[in-house]
């Protein structure tokens, strides 16, 4: 069974996190960004250049986990490209990192939950 989740997005600047905001997933979190905080279209004139403050922040992306499953059953965390260096956490400890181009990860969260989980 496959569980869609709502997801939040929060902008680290200078060491600062933004409040949170609501991002697609998939998805470009900048963008999501943008329209939270009135960013003018980006398609029109030079409105590309709003974004040019952006470039150089960190993102993060979490979400309180929302599923069901059977006792024989496993909770897995799939993603089929996360762009470019990450770090998943589960519940604040970190159980995997990476560094690569639209990196694919499958990690299996089942020994891990508590039933009150949040992913980041």
């Known amino acids: 069974m496959i569980y869609k989740q709502k997801w939040f997005g929060a902008r680290i600047h200078n060491g600062k996190k933004s409040d949170s905001f609501f991002v697609e997933v998939p ?6 960004y ?9 398609y029109f004139a030079n409105g590309c250049k709003q974004f040019d403050i952006l470039e150089d922040d960190e993102w993060e ?11 024989d059953e496993r909770v897995w965390f799939v ?6 260096k990450f770090k998943v956490f589960l519940n ?7 560094e690569g181009m639209f990196s694919p ?5 089942t020994d891990k939950l508590t039933g ?5």
């Open 105 to 109: 990860v499958n990690l299996d969260l």
């Open 116 to 120: 009150d989980d949040t992913l980041t």
């Open 61 to 71: 992306y979490s979400t309180k986990l929302n599923y069901s499953k059977k006792d």
């Open 34 to 42: 943008a329209l939270a905080n009135g960013f003018n279209d980006v």
């Open 27 to 32: 998805g470009n979190i900048q963008y999501d």
């Open 92 to 98: 604040n400890e970190e159980i995997f990192e990476n």
């Open 79 to 84: 993603s089929h490209g996360i762009d470019y």
